[in-house]
């Protein structure tokens, strides 16, 4: 008869479900080493995931309006660009010592030129777009206004006016009178609307003929008007008295 194999290793016994409630009550340092990886990998892939549903999803807009976008970001790309050589000129002439007293003065002059325009207490002029609105119904609102004031300024806009009277500015605001009139400023606006805008003619009638924008949206069947876009040199002599301010002061 063969002799048992004492030597031989006897298998593992089975973990029962007391070892196991063991290691979930005290769990040992690998295995808080691989539960730390698992939430670290986790909060990644979350954070990713948050951060790809947040971006702004163009797979549903048109190609015209892709191209458009296109558009607006290089105008305004190009802008920036030449604000930022212009300073770099001026901060080199006033760092050459050669008559920086002049060019100080000439730069707070232009300074104060292009905030005159753009707090709308000086007229201006230079290329831009006369847009009608034709408006029989009365059925243009005042949000539907303010999204084209805004359409415009995003689209370059320097200075815009309404119906020639009314200069837009950052104070300005939009509402609806108790016979449901426009109002601008508290002003009311008569039919046809008139925006007088100075910038980029292309970008700003691109601007304005934006799917969903101010053309699509009077044209269509809600408003039943009509909206006409003529590229030219503008001369906005609307202004606006400079109001003191109460509570800001120079910091």
Not at 16 to 32: H, I, T, Y
Not at 37 to 44: E, R, T
Not at 47 to 76: C, F, H, I, K
């Amino acid at each position: 008869m063969p002799e048992p194999r004492d030597s031989e290793t006897p298998p593992p016994a089975p973990i029962g479900w007391r070892e196991l409630l063991r290691d979930f009550v005290k769990p040992g340092r690998a295995q808080v080493i691989f539960a730390a990886i698992l939430l670290v990998c986790g909060l990644g892939v979350a954070m990713q995931v948050r951060s790809q549903n947040s971006e702004t999803d163009y797979s549903t807009l048109r190609r015209a309006d892709l191209v458009q976008l296109l558009d607006d970001l290089t105008g305004q790309s190009r802008t920036l660009e030449a604000e930022i050589a212009d300073l770099e000129a001026t901060q080199r002439r006033l760092q050459s010592g050669v008559d920086s007293e002049r060019v100080a003065r000439e730069e707070a002059q232009r300074r104060l030129d292009v905030l005159a325009i753009l707090g709308g207490t000086a007229p201006a002029e230079g290329p831009g777009v006369r847009i009608t609105i034709n408006d029989p119904q009365r059925k243009v609102t005042a949000e539907l206004l303010l999204n084209t004031v805004e359409e415009m300024r995003d689209a370059g806009a320097e200075v815009i006016a309404i119906n020639g009277t009314v200069r837009v500015i950052a104070a300005t605001w939009f509402g609806a009178g108790a016979d449901g009139a426009l109002l601008v400023n508290g002003e009311p606006i008569g039919r046809p609307i008139t925006l007088e805008v100075i910038g980029e003619s292309h970008a700003l009638t691109e601007a304005a003929r934006f799917s969903g924008g101010l053309v699509s949206e009077v044209e269509g069947s809600r408003i039943g008007g009509t909206v006409s876009i003529v590229s030219d040199q503008v001369r906005i002599t609307a202004v606006v008295a400079p109001v003191p301010s109460r509570f800001a002061k120079p910091a």
